[in-house]
Structures are given as structure tokens and as C-alpha cells.
């Protein structure tokens, strides 16, 4: 099984930044692709970004593409969300995921690709 857990959340100003990371545990992480998505009350989970088991392909919601920016470093088991100029509709509760899939090279939208989720890490983002 592989194992997942949010960090870096919290209570900011428009305009600010945050880096989330997800810590990883399991052999078979560098194998993964891995996924970013949210949640606010009310709403579905959203499709935030996704990068590919190597690292080498990624993919955003519009949304934030150009904000935010996905990132992994296999060797520490972990990957990263950098989220600049922040504004309120990123509020949410957001999560990551792995792929169900070893060595998937597709970065993909869809919640039942992914197997495994982490906790979650509040981000709330005020004016």
C-alpha cells in the first residue's frame, strides 16, 4: 500500500503563496503518477494537477495553471504543489493522490485513477 499525508495548508491573504507537500511512504511511490485535487463545502472534488510517474508530463486545471506548479522528487518520496497569487476560489481542502497504476504515464482528471489519498491540508484564502 502506499501511504499519504498533506502538510503545508493554512490561512493566507489574496495574493499570497503556499507550497504543499505530500509525504509518501511505500516502495512503489516513484512508480506512481500523482495528483493535486480540492474540495470546498458544497462542491465535488476538483482536478487540481497531476504529473506523470517520471515527472516528465504534467497537467493543470486552467484555473490555476500558470499559479501553481507540481512538482516530485522521487528520491525523497514526495511531491509538491507551489501556489502563487492565491485567491479566495482556492479555498478548499486539498488532497493528493497516487495512481492505482504502476509506471502510469498519463496525467489524469479523473478521481478513479487514483488509488490512494492522503488526509487532506486545509487552504483558506482571504481578503
Known amino acids: 500500500q502506499v501511504q499519504l499525508a498533506e502538510s503545508g495548508g493554512g490561512l493566507v491573504q489574496v495574493g499570497d503563496s503556499l507550497r504543499l507537500s505530500c509525504d509518501a511512504s511505500?516502495?512503489?511511490?516513484?512508480?506512481?503518477?500523482m495528483g493535486w485535487f480540492r474540495q470546498a463545502p458544497g462542491k465535488g472534488r476538483e482536478f487540481v494537477a497531476a504529473?506523470?510517474?517520471?515527472?516528465?508530463?504534467?497537467n493543470y486545471l486552467g484555473a490555476v495553471e500558470g499559479r501553481f506548479t507540481i512538482s516530485r522528487d522521487n528520491a525523497k518520496n514526495t511531491v509538491n504543489l507551489q501556489m502563487n497569487s492565491l485567491k479566495p476560489e482556492d479555498t478548499a481542502v486539498y488532497y493528493c493522490?497516487?495512481?492505482?497504476?504502476?509506471?502510469?504515464?498519463?496525467?489524469?482528471?479523473?478521481?478513479?485513477?487514483?488509488?490512494?489519498w492522503g488526509q487532506g491540508t486545509q487552504v483558506t484564502v482571504s481578503s
Open positions: 493522490a497516487a495512481s492505482a497504476l504502476a509506471f502510469y504515464e498519463q496525467t489524469s482528471s479523473e478521481p478513479d485513477t487514483y488509488d490512494y
Open positions: 511505500g516502495r512503489s511511490f516513484s512508480s506512481r503518477a
Open positions: 504529473i506523470d510517474w517520471s515527472g516528465g508530463t504534467t
